[in-house]
């Protein structure tokens, strides 16, 4: 098996994240990007940069 599959049951509990991967390789019906080495930086580099917002959102909360 690939190691960019999809399992059914991530699918149903990080239904998120398998949108956001397919966003990265599908857009308006054609392949975007089909190199799955770039499509895996890029949705690191996407849950990096959503980390470090709710981390800003819980400083900012919690020390105004």
Same mark, same amino acid.
């Given at each position: #098996? !690939? %190691?960019?599959? $999809?399992? *059914? @049951?991530? #699918?149903?509990?990080?239904?998120? %994240?398998?949108?956001? $991967? @397919? /966003?990265? =390789? $599908? #857009?308006?019906?054609? $392949?975007?990007?089909? !190199?799955?080495?770039?499509? =895996? +930086? #890029? *949705? +690191?580099? !996407? /849950?990096?940069?959503?980390?470090?917002?709710?981390? /800003?959102?819980?400083?900012?909360?919690?020390?105004?």
């Amino acid at each position: #098996m !690939s %190691k960019f599959w $999809i399992g *059914t @049951l991530a #699918m149903i509990f990080n239904f998120q %994240k398998a949108y956001a $991967i @397919l /966003d990265e =390789l $599908i #857009m308006a019906g054609e $392949i975007q990007e089909p !190199s799955g080495g770039t499509v =895996l +930086k #890029m *949705t +690191k580099a !996407s /849950d990096a940069w959503e980390q470090a917002e709710h981390i /800003d959102n819980a400083i900012t909360a919690n020390f105004g």
